[in-house]
C-alpha cells in the first residue's frame, strides 16, 4: 500500500500523513524531509543557491527512490510536486492518490505564520500571500483534482479518511 498525500502548502498533508501512518502501521516519509537529506541543505537554500529547477529535479528522484524501494508507506509530497514532471502519473500508477483539500482562508492563516521558512511565500507581504494562494492554487488545482481520492479536509475524521483510503 503506497499513499501519496497531495495538496497546496499548509493544507495539513504532514499532520494528516503522520497519524493515518500510525493508524495503518506502515512508515511516514516527508518528501522534502528526503530531499533536504539527499542534499544536505534546506528547502529554502536549495531555491535560492541552486534554484528551483534543481530543486524539482531532486524532489522527482527523491520521489522515485522512496517508491521504488518501499512496499508500503504514506507520503507528504510537496505542494508542487504532482505539477512537475509526470509525477502526478507516477503517483497514480504506483499507489493511491489523496488530495487533501483545505479552505483558502485556513491555508492562509496558517502560511502567514509560516512564511518566512518558505522560499515561494517569504518575499510576499500578507496582502501578496492571499493573492499567491487565489492564484497558485488555481494553475494547480488541474494537477490536484486528478488524485483517486479528494478529501475535505476540515470535514473528514481520520476514522472516515482510513475507511476511503482502504477502499478505493
Ligand atoms: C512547495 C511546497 C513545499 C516545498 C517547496 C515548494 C510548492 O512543500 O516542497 O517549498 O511548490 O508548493 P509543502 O507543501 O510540504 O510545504
Not at 530531499?35 to 522527482?60: D, L, P, T
Not at 508500503?72 to 507516477?90: D, H, L, R, S
Request: with cysteine.
Amino acid at each position: 500500500m503506497k499513499i501519496y498525500l497531495i495538496g497546496f502548502m499548509g493544507s495539513g498533508k504532514t499532520f494528516r500523513g503522520r497519524q493515518l501512518s500510525q493508524k495503518l502501521g506502515i512508515p511516514f516519509f516527508d518528501l522534502d524531509e528526503q530531499v533536504v537529506n539527499q542534499e544536505g541543505i534546506s528547502v529554502k537554500r536549495i531555491f535560492e543557491e541552486k534554484g528551483e529547477e534543481y530543486f524539482r529535479m531532486a524532489e522527482k528522484e527523491a520521489l522515485h527512490i522512496i517508491t521504488e524501494s518501499h512496499d508500503a508507506f504514506v507520503m507528504a509530497t510537496g505542494g508542487g510536486t504532482p505539477c512537475y514532471f509526470n509525477n502526478i502519473e507516477y503517483m497514480k500508477k504506483s499507489g493511491t492518490t489523496v488530495w487533501i483539500n483545505t479552505p483558502h482562508e485556513t491555508l492562509f492563516n496558517r502560511l502567514i505564520r509560516e512564511k518566512e521558512e518558505r522560499p515561494l511565500l517569504n518575499r510576499l507581504s500578507d496582502e501578496q500571500l492571499r493573492s499567491f494562494i487565489i492564484k497558485k492554487y488555481a494553475d494547480r488545482k488541474i494537477y490536484y483534482e486528478q488524485s483517486a481520492l479528494n478529501i475535505d479536509d476540515e470535514n473528514t475524521t481520520l476514522e472516515e479518511l482510513t475507511e476511503k483510503i482502504v477502499h478505493v
